[in-house]
């Protein structure tokens, strides 16, 4: 059975593209579809496979600027070839559940999110002070008026949903008007894991010896991630900040910051791990699909101090596991911080929370959803 797997783009490891590599784990020989693709941008994994891209690919800094070739996207992904695979299954954020399958083919869509921008999150992407008034109002609003449109009269392409939290499900329900299936997300909880006998001489222990004030940030620096917030709460806790990580956003951050916040770019997955270990608590300002790195930093024991909305509510115990912060504000984040320095926390209850979202759970899971698609019916929709 010929199988294609289609991604929005490939242009960097994300939790997106985790799903993508967990993907090309089940099906080894699958070809991969995408719009954009800049090469040695994702894992080996995902990188061994054949990769088609669209016609996108071939536009002026499109590896690097994609973005700016939105109102193609519709265009573009319609345009990708399906027509010799019996089974489609896309990893989509954006417009990747709208590929055109053939007849015969069934189509099962992994959601991250309806696309954000599009629906609910204007402001955050195309608001005033981010690309001018005129520009806002008369550009980008009724583009993106359009977009959804769109978006929504293409939920029918695809046979069955997955959803990658209860809070994303919703979503699905709301735009699309489908139900779905909530298949956690893979986490490396081997990999991300406590250590085992910390050595007072280790530089990592060191430093969480020294201080129950050094908090954690790993996200990418794009607007809808609220890392201002982060930075805003940390200064009014008196508290030292690590970010890691880099976008389009990394310039204003750091004029916003102040001399106990560091920005440490994009980090390898050992240093990712040794950060999470050494942190007091890693903070999840902004309201996440699902969220992988919180998951990432419980399996290393340490506990995260997160907005109390979407995915958060499903993967941080509020009280056991991290603290959940009722409001968006700096000052409601720089209690929590607080609170979660003070707090003496059981690494090892931790890290039992985060099993619950394990890569072997997650590839069981998918595994069973295509299984069951196949076995429907041809036309079933669920």
Known sequence: MRTALVHDWLTGMRGGEKVLEAL???????????????????????????????FIQRMPLATTHYRRYLPLFPFAIEQLDLDPYELVISSSHCVAKAVVAPGRARHLCYCHSPMRYAWDQFDAYFGPERVGALASRWFYRPMLARLARWDASTAHRVHRFLANSQFIAGRIRRYYNRDSTVVYPPVDTAFFHPLS?????????????????????VSALVPYKRIELAIDACARAG??????GDGPDRVALERRAGPSIEFLGSCSNERIRDEYRAASAVIL??????????????????????????????????????????????????????????????????????????????????????????????????
């Open 285 to 382: 300002p902004g309201e996440e699909d699902f969220g992988i790195v919180p998951v990432e930093a419980q399996a290393c024991g340490t506990p995260v101090v997160a907005l109390g909305r979407g995915g958060a509510c499903e993967t941080v115990v509020d009280g056991d596991t991290g603290i959940l912060v009722t409001e968006a504000t700096a000052e409601a984040f720089a209690g929590a911080l607080s609170r979660a320095a003070s707090t003496r926390w059981d690494p090892a209850r931790i890290r039992t929370n985060a099993e619950r979202f394990s890569r072997q759970r997650h590839l069981d899971a998918l595994a069973c959803a295509v299984n069951e698609m196949m076995a429907a019916p041809a036309g079933t929709r669920w």
């Open 239 to 244: 508290a030292r900040l690590r970010i890691i």
């Open 197 to 217: 006998a910390p050595d007072p001489a280790d530089s990592i222990a060191q430093r969480r010896g020294e201080s129950r004030s050094d908090f954690l940030v």
């Open 24 to 54: 090309c784990e089940l099906y080894p020989d699958a070809d991969i579809l995408t719009l954009v693709h800049r090469r040695g941008s994702v894992s080996a994994a995902i990188e061994g496979h054949h990769i088609a891209t669209s």
